[in-house]
Structures are given as structure tokens and as C-alpha cells.
């Protein structure tokens, strides 16, 4: 068959990939570069990204074969310690910084702990039974928090904003966000002893030269960049995708691996999309705007109580700053600027993004969308249709495609081999 997939992020293209066993596939993206949100820069020395860097090494474990079978190991993922600080508006004494031993002994760290500290051990554990009865994403995390014999300024002023981070939304909104997808991110970056951050890995080269592999292993032309669709049409069976510039490809089927509302928007002329497009109209996003920059704009006045994650409650928001000193050895930093009273001054570079918010509501959407994956030729393939909206997300999503259009490819044998299906 002839597939033409709309998107050439991180799950179009490992679909592509896969489905290249054995079908004809072309991919259609509609920025100049393929990777989608994936967007590498080069700042002192080292590549950063303004999307997704770091990676479980436990957590996700398609993506890390995918890696591998594309020739990225050892030397190419450099050990991340995920370090956390967590500061009020003024951002003057933080309320906590987790600890790390190693940096400790070498006093480069000075851990500020206390009942901050030991409440978030206590949601922790809890948290841990909670996903150990494989409930269902549906909860809405009050579910969770509410219960704990935990002070309500330290559910508003750390957990809840901690988790809003971790599924990026208002502090607010936390409490009705799936419980389940704010605690198996939580989890994988909980610490697996007391004195020692979780050990994830940055991705040295970045993730466009993942995007730039997957690209490079299809045949010559198949991935068109600078093609954004413009009309999805359908006719006695066949579909044919026009992109802005009037080109059109004509398909059997169809994978649409974009967000939600641009997939809505592609299958509003269908007739018989109607089911799809109420699901995906459940799904809700929030702004985001992320700057790599030299300064320490966002840091603790203390160097001892920087780390790898320094959170800022303000505003009825929780924003992150990464610093990559731990991971890459340079004061290089990625920060969330959406509702900051200042940005930042030595900006090296800045993208604006939608950020999915995984609410029950979503979750409901999700079960829908896999339930009709396939009906009429199309497929939808994206971060946001399994798991916590991450790079194992995305890949897990096209495994879901590569499963139903070539069941007994080697591509997808050799991906899936051994790995198991998420719950």
C-alpha cells in the first residue's frame, strides 16, 4: 500500500520506519526540518534541546531500543543526576533541594530537606502502592493527595505544583489531572535511594539527529519537509493530501501524526469522522514558551542549591529551569518562560510550543481514538494518544499503526522484541 503520514515528529517518523518493511511511505512535514518539536541548538560546546533531552533509562523502554537500533549508545547518552530545587515567587530560600551525595562530598551541594522533604517521601510511597494496583487513568489525582495526613500548604506549595510541572498545567488544575499520568512520571523520577538523585541520560547529539536517523533509513524522498497539508480529501476509498503549496499525494490510508487540534482540523471535511473528531476535541493543551539561555536567570542566589531541575512556584504556575551543568559539564540553561516576570538576558534561542495536560477526560478520548484506530484508512499516530506525553509515548503510539498495517514486519519485531506492552 501507499501511507501518507501527516507529521514528521518523533512518531511519524519511527511509523514511517516501520511501516518501510513493507509498504510505500511518504511523510509530510510541514517545518523545513524534520524532527517536529524536536529542535537541537549549539550552546557552549554542547547541543541542547528546546523540546525533550532527557531520558529513563528504565522508563522508556521502546524509545531506548529505537535508539540502539539506530546506532545511538554508550558514548552518545551522557549520565544525568535529576536533581530538585523547589523556591517560592522571590525565589530567595528554597523550600527544598533534593540530595546527591556525590556533589555533597565534593561540597559543591548543600541539600535543604526538612518536612518538605519527608512529605514528599510520604506521597512517594503512596504513590508507589496507588500504580501497583494498575489503576486506571481515569483517577483524577486529588484521589491520591487529597487523603495523605500531609499539611494543605504543602499539597498546594509543593505537591500539587511539582505534579503541574510534570504534566504542564496550572497549579489549580492539578488536582483534576489523571492521577496516573502525574505519578508514572513522578515515579521514574524519584530518587532509588535517599541520598542519591535518579540517574536519567541526556541525549548528546540531541534530538534532531534522532530525527535525522529515522529520515536518513527511508528511501530518497520520501520525507518532504516544508510541506504543511492543507486538505485531506477522500474518494472511492483513496485519500489524497494536498499541502499548501497545491501538491497533493494520493494514499490508501493515512496516518495523521500531529496534535489533536490539527488532526481535528484535517478530518473536519470527512464525512464519518464524526466519533473521531468529538475525541479529539477532548484534548486540552495549555502555551508554553522555552528559552536555552547563558544567564542563571532563574537560579537560586545560592550556587550550592542550583540542580539539574529548579522549580519556581509563582503566579499560580510551577516553571522549570534546566541546568546542564550535572549532565554536560557547562552553565547552558533551559528555561520555561511562559509566566515569568522577566526573560531571560543571554538568549541563545526560543520556541513557542502547545503542551498537552493529560486529564481523565483526555484518557476517556484515548480509549475512543484506539478503539476506531484504522476505521475508513485512517490512523492516528502522537505522544498524546498513550502513556505521560513523552518520547516513549511517541513511540509506543506508532508501534500501535506498525501493529495493525504490518504485523510481521522485522522492523517491528526487532523494536518490540522482549519489551512489554504498557498497561
Given at each position: 500500500m501507499r501511507i501518507a503520514i501527516v507529521g514528521g515528529g518523533l512518531a511519524g517518523l519511527t511509523t514511517a520506519w516501520l511501516l518501510d518493511d513493507e509498504h510505500e511511505v511518504v511523510v509530510l512535514e510541514?517545518?523545513?526540518?524534520?524532527?517536529?518539536?524536536?529542535?537541537?541548538?549549539?550552546?557552549?560546546?554542547?547541543?541542547v534541546d528546546l523540546g525533550a533531552q532527557y531520558l529513563s533509562p528504565t522508563g522508556f523502554p521502546a524509545h531506548g531500543r529505537l535508539l540502539r537500533l539506530l546506532g545511538l549508545s554508550g558514548a552518545d547518552l551522557m549520565p544525568a543526576p535529576l536533581t530538585l530545587t523547589v523556591t517560592g515567587p522571590d525565589r530567595a530560600a528554597p523550600m527544598l533541594v533534593t540530595p546527591h551525595l556525590p556533589d555533597e562530598r565534593r561540597g559543591d551541594r548543600e541539600p535543604v530537606t526538612g518536612r518538605p522533604w519527608k512529605a514528599l517521601s510520604t506521597f512517594l510511597a503512596a504513590a508507589a502502592k496507588f500504580q501497583a494496583t494498575d489503576p486506571s487513568w481515569e483517577i483524577p489525582l486529588a484521589d491520591l493527595v487529597e487523603p495523605l495526613p500531609l499539611a494543605r500548604e504543602t499539597k498546594d506549595w509543593l505537591l500539587y505544583p511539582l505534579l503541574a510541572h510534570h504534566v504542564r498545567?496550572?497549579?489549580?488544575?492539578?488536582?483534576?489531572?489523571?492521577?496516573?499520568?502525574?505519578?508514572?512520571?513522578?515515579?521514574?523520577?524519584?530518587?532509588?535511594?535517599?541520598?542519591?538523585?535518579?540517574?536519567?541520560?541526556?541525549?548528546?547529539?540531541?534530538?534532531?539527529?534522532?530525527?535525522?536517523?529515522?529520515?536518513?533509513?527511508?528511501?530518497?524522498?520520501?520525507?518532504?519537509?516544508?510541506?504543511?497539508?492543507?486538505?485531506?480529501?477522500?474518494?472511492?476509498?483513496?485519500?489524497?493530501?494536498?499541502?499548501?503549496?497545491?501538491?497533493a499525494v494520493v494514499a490508501d490510508c493515512v496516518v495523521l501524526a500531529v496534535p489533536a487540534p490539527a488532526a481535528l482540523s484535517l478530518l473536519s471535511p470527512l464525512a464519518g469522522t464524526h466519533r473521531l473528531r468529538l475525541a479529539l476535541g477532548a484534548f486540552t493543551y495549555t502555551p508554553a514558551e522555552v528559552a536555552v539561555h547563558l544567564d542563571p536567570a532563574y537560579q537560586p542566589a545560592d550556587r550550592r542549591h542550583w540542580s539539574a531541575v529548579n522549580l519556581q512556584v509563582h503566579d499560580?504556575?510551577?516553571?522549570?529551569?534546566?541546568?546542564?551543568?550535572?549532565?554536560?559539564?557547562?552553565?547552558?540553561?533551559?528555561?520555561?518562560?511562559?509566566?515569568?516576570?522577566?526573560?531571560?538576558?543571554?538568549?541563545?534561542?526560543?520556541?513557542?510550543?502547545?503542551?498537552?495536560?493529560?486529564?481523565?477526560?483526555?484518557?476517556?478520548?484515548?480509549?475512543?481514538?484506539?478503539?476506531?484506530?484504522?476505521?475508513g484508512g485512517i490512523y492516528l499516530a502522537g505522544s498524546h494518544l498513550t502513556g505521560s506525553d513523552s518520547q516513549e509515548s511517541a513511540v509506543r503510539s506508532a508501534l500501535a499503526v506498525a501493529e495493525l498495517l504490518t504485523p510481521h514486519a522485522a522492523r517491528l519485531r526487532e523494536l518490540t522484541d522482549g519489551i512489554v506492552s504498557p498497561a
Open positions: 510541514a517545518a523545513r526540518h524534520a524532527g517536529g518539536h524536536a529542535h537541537s541548538v549549539r550552546a557552549q560546546g554542547v547541543t498545567c496550572a497549579n489549580e488544575q492539578a488536582p483534576g489531572v489523571s492521577a496516573r499520568a502525574a505519578i508514572d512520571f513522578c515515579l521514574s523520577v524519584s530518587a532509588a535511594s535517599g541520598e542519591h538523585a535518579p540517574l536519567w541520560s541526556a541525549l548528546v547529539p540531541g534530538s534532531q539527529d534522532v530525527a535525522r536517523r529515522l529520515a536518513d533509513a527511508l528511501p530518497h524522498g520520501a520525507v518532504r519537509t516544508g510541506s504543511p497539508v492543507g486538505a485531506l480529501r477522500r474518494d472511492h476509498g483513496r485519500f489524497e493530501v494536498v499541502d499548501a503549496a497545491g501538491r499560580g504556575w510551577a516553571e522549570a529551569a534546566h541546568w546542564y551543568g550535572p549532565a554536560l559539564g557547562v552553565d547552558v540553561f533551559k528555561s520555561w518562560i511562559t509566566y515569568r516576570d522577566r526573560p531571560p538576558a543571554e538568549v541563545v534561542a526560543q520556541r513557542s510550543f502547545r503542551q498537552l495536560v493529560v486529564t481523565p477526560a483526555a484518557v476517556r478520548a484515548r480509549n475512543t481514538l484506539a478503539a476506531r484506530q484504522g476505521h
